[in-house]
């Protein structure tokens, strides 16, 4: 019998949960779309029936502990979720407490950026790195910091919301948040769509009236000059958010991850000469690499926090 801790994700889409060994492997794995607009009790009742679910199907493993990654602000400390804006009903919910009750194990709660990069590196890209930034370019901008070995939380466990460094309040964009030229209001995943949609002679090229970031990189691959326009300009908004990020946290690598950011071999050329252009000199030879663990880097982050107390 070998010892094994659950590991849920809440993402605004997919709420999934995972048994996951001491090595960072993923035994077994569920997911359901994420009862957003249910309410609080909706959403745990979501994570203890896909816990019991794996853990009828896995008589075999031992689970010792729980952790949860959680989109935020949340508070780590407390293990209270102070406000998810995509879900309804979601401020101030005890989620680390009920969970832990619900399923009697010891429950961690992270915010899920920061899981991701706990889980990049303790499994996955960050390996060895004492000094590291991870973001996850997608739905939103997420981020995750760790700095001296150890990671980032700040007062509250609230830090290294790296999204909402406002890099451009000139542009007009409002954020999710509330504010105006947040990073993550000019370069999340729906902001460069806004742009691509708005382009209708690329729509039409592509054929769709409402095509997705996924097509656009296809149509840069391809050579066209409007699509490669927009991914350069992209590359130029992460660059911004991205040195601002090296400045604060002086990192020795930072990590992308997410849907738009699994495009940084397409970006990487145009993002480096930004950040040559707006870092200063001893910044602009840090790495800027792929994150390796994919969809699975807060659930492996969620499971490191559960197996060990002192992370
Ligand atoms: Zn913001």
């Not at 203890?48 to 949860?68: K, N, P, V």
């Not at 879900?87 to 899981?115: H, M, Q, W, Y």
């Not at 466990?157 to 999204?163: D, S, T």
Request: aromatic share 4%; proline share 6%; hydrophobic share 45%.
């Amino acid at each position: 019998v070998s010892e094994a801790v659950f590991a849920i994700d809440i993402g605004g889409t997919q709420l999934r949960a995972a048994i996951i060994g001491r090595d960072g492997q993923i035994i077994a794995k569920q997911a359901s779309r994420t009862h957003a607009q249910g309410g609080r009790e909706a959403i745990l009742v979501q994570i203890t029936d896909l816990c019991r679910g794996l853990r009828a199907a896995h008589h075999s493993q031992t689970i010792i502990a729980c952790g949860i990654a959680c989109p935020g602000p949340l508070d780590s400390g407390t293990g209270v979720v102070l406000n998810a804006p995509n879900f309804r009903d979601f401020t101030d919910v005890p989620l680390r407490d009920e969970i832990a009750k619900r399923l009697s194990l010891p429950t961690r709660l992270e915010n899920d950026g920061i899981a991701a990069a706990i889980g990049e590196w303790k499994h996955g890209a960050g390996l060895g790195s004492d000094h590291l930034v991870f973001l996850t370019i997608s739905t939103g901008i997420g981020g995750g910091v760790i700095a001296d070995g150890r990671v980032l939380r700040g007062r509250r466990g609230m830090a290294a919301h790296i999204g909402h460094l406002i890099t451009d309040p000139a542009s007009g964009l409002r954020c999710p948040c509330g504010a105006i030229g947040c990073f993550e209001a000019l370069a999340c995943g729906p902001a460069l769509e806004r742009r691509l949609r708005a382009n209708k002679p690329l729509c039409a090229a592509i054929g769709k009236p409402e095509p997705d970031a996924r097509d656009l990189f296809r149509m840069a691959r391809a050579g066209d000059p409007e699509a490669v326009a927009l991914v350069d300009q992209e590359a130029d908004y992460l660059a911004l958010g991205i040195t601002s990020a090296l400045h604060a946290y002086s990192p020795e690598r930072v990590l992308i991850g997410g849907g738009v950011g699994s495009n940084l071999p397409q970006m990487l050329d145009r993002m480096r000469a930004g950040i040559a252009r707006t870092a200063m000199p001893h910044f602009r030879d840090v790495p800027v690499m792929p994150a390796a663990l994919g969809d699975n880097a807060g659930l492996v982050g969620a499971a490191a926090l559960a197996f060990d107390p002192t992370i």
